[in-house]
């Protein structure tokens, strides 16, 4: 497989899998306001982490921000880690539904890009199954965003 990069902000992303999410502006939205928000030390959780673009972003530029990132997603998961260590920084990344691994960890931020694109029921846009979990929010895009 051909090896494609993906540069922002001094970061680079190995985005060649196509199982796995690559950045698109509202991961740069999150991950620009994240690391504006988010406070030395803090504990953080990048939620539905894709290839790790907000949790390296956010262990980068914030000083001794301590960083987990999960994804449901095992090829995301393992593009995340090799994102990280691409970037030289530190960020546990774990394979877990939502924040399920992390319910005994006291966490200060959660940030989230969750998928939430409205999907009629039975639709398949021939997308691979990766780029699928990534996207599908339900009827109305928003199955991971309204607790029912
Ligand atoms: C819209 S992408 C965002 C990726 C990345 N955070 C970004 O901003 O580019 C959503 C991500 O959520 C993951 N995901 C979907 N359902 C999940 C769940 N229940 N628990 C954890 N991750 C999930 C997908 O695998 C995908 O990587």
Partial sequence: MKE???YWNELKFDVSNQNVYPPKPASLLL?????KIIKPEEKVLDMCTGCGIVAIA???FVRNAKVFASDINPNAVSVA???AKLNKVKVEVVLSDLYNKFKDNKLDVIAVHPPAVPYAPQKDWNMP???KIATNGGCDGSKLVVVQ
């Fill in 81 to 83: 880690k090799h994102n």
């Fill in 129 to 131: 199954q990766g780029m």
């Fill in 31 to 35: 991950a620009d306001a994240a690391i």
């Fill in 58 to 60: 956010i262990a980068k």
């Fill in 4 to 6: 494609k990069l993906f």
